[in-house]
């Protein structure tokens, strides 16, 4: 089944740590997107990609960094830079103008 | 900037009772998505309108798209606990064409 991965589901990371959340997607999609929700919140845009090897900043990319070098996988890095990182990862992807597939998140605390 | 307004924030019904959500945009929209995110999960695509005026409905799902084209509403008739979760609008940036979301309506359904 064609589908998006977000992998680890949880992650607790320590203060001045920097963690990756993977992201990837068997389904052929150009463009993939990091948003970030807190709680009772709607979705924030980090970064988003409409090709291999170039990517764009969202809304509050700061503090967080992001590769493309393969179709298929966006992964998200979480700075140390980033001083509010306790939230609700989402990745998805998209092809043309039609509906996001969104992964199941990965839910970051820091400890 | 483009903004994309959800209201209500909140809603809670009775089971059985009629919702619904009401979007606006500061601009004209090209389309109007709908997703849908169950508590604990992560938004599920429901629905894309691209017309003027139009009209497409799911089961007891109703979705419209303003005759501007900068509003939109989705109508749950007969509520059931399934349908809990928040519902959120979005549509695409005039540039980039990214997704822009709205806060999202939280729909609690007391059985």
């Known amino acids: 089944d064609g589908g998006i991965t977000q992998s680890p589901k949880y992650l607790f990371r320590k203060e001045g740590q920097n963690v990756t959340l993977s992201c990837e997607q068997n389904?052929?999609?150009?463009?993939m997107y990091w948003y970030r929700q807190d709680p009772g919140q709607g979705l924030r845009l980090i970064y988003y990609?409409?090709?291999?090897?170039?990517?764009q900043k969202g809304d509050i990319a700061e503090g967080y960094s992001v590769s493309r070098e393969k179709k298929e996988s966006f992964p998200l890095t979480v700075t140390s830079a980033q001083k509010n990182p306790t939230a609700f990862y989402l990745c998805?992807?998209?092809?043309?103008?039609?509906?996001?597939?969104f992964g199941s998140g990965t839910r970051l605390t820091v400890v | 900037g483009q903004q994309v307004m959800q209201i209500p924030q909140y809603q809670h019904v009775q089971e059985g009772e009629d919702f619904t959500t009401y979007c606006n945009s500061s601009?004209?929209?090209?389309?109007i998505q709908w997703y849908k995110q169950r508590p604990g999960g992560h938004p599920v695509f429901l629905i894309q309108?691209?017309?003027?005026?139009e009209v497409k409905k799911q089961k007891r799902l109703t979705f419209q798209f303003g005759e501007a084209k900068k509003n939109s509403s989705l109508h749950i008739t007969a509520t059931q606990t399934t349908d809990v979760g928040t519902y959120f609008c979005?549509?695409?940036?005039?540039?980039?064409?990214?997704?822009?979301f709205g806060q999202g309506t939280e729909l609690s359904v007391k059985p």
């Open positions: 998805a992807s998209a092809t043309g103008s039609y509906g996001y597939t």
């Open positions: 389904l052929n999609h150009d463009a």
């Open positions: 990609s409409q090709i291999v090897n170039d990517f």
């Open positions: 601009t004209t929209l090209s389309n």
């Open positions: 309108l691209v017309k003027s005026g």
């Open positions: 979005a549509g695409p940036l005039r540039q980039g064409g990214k997704l822009i």
